[in-house]
């Protein structure tokens, strides 16, 4: 498929339905991974596009665009050694408090809380760039590559994205 809407479509029903039901995975164990971050296919945008038809609603806390709710799959994105998380992480929010505005994260087992004016050390992670996923590795991975990418689409670039399935 050329058309950049289409794709972003057919990456949302394939991480919702298909995979799913043909692998007997559940959608928090595919991790989509693009070139870039911004564009229709970009990770911002399928951020966004995953969350509302993977987790559309339930208590909730904004910042800086994103809306965080319980369940979401989110990246720390810079360091924080007083919180011991670091750039890259991957966690899901446990828990949302609206009262206290606040929002528990486990990564790995490990909880750590976060005010909201701390958000925006974090970032959905539904789908996120091949970059940040270099040195991780997901059961499935779902890749879109289009010419729309085209600064972007280099061999090594491509092979990376596709080396961090560990299965599809």
């Not at 870039?36 to 951020?47: D, H, S």
């Not at 959905?124 to 590559?145: D, F």
């Amino acid at each position: 498929e050329e058309d950049p809407e289409q794709v972003a479509a057919t990456v949302v029903r394939l991480v919702k339905e298909r995979l799913p039901r043909a692998y007997g995975q559940r959608p928090d164990k595919i991790q989509v991974l693009t070139p870039m971050q911004r564009g229709i296919v970009g990770a911002a945008n399928l951020n966004l596009s995953l969350q509302k038809a993977l987790n559309p609603s339930g208590p909730s806390l904004n910042r800086g665009g994103y809306t965080y709710r319980q369940a979401d799959r989110v990246m720390q994105v810079r360091n924080n050694y007083d919180k011991e998380v670091f750039n890259g992480d991957l966690g899901y929010v446990e828990s949302v408090n609206t009262e206290d505005r606040t929002l528990t994260v486990d990564f790995d087992g490990r909880s750590v809380e976060y005010d909201v004016t701390e958000l925006d050390e974090l970032t959905l992670a539904y789908a996120t760039t091949i970059h940040k996923a270099q040195g991780s590795e997901y059961p499935i991975v779902v890749l879109p590559v289009l010419m729309t990418h085209y600064v972007m689409l280099q061999r090594n670039l491509i092979y990376t994205g596709i080396t961090r399935a560990k299965k599809i």
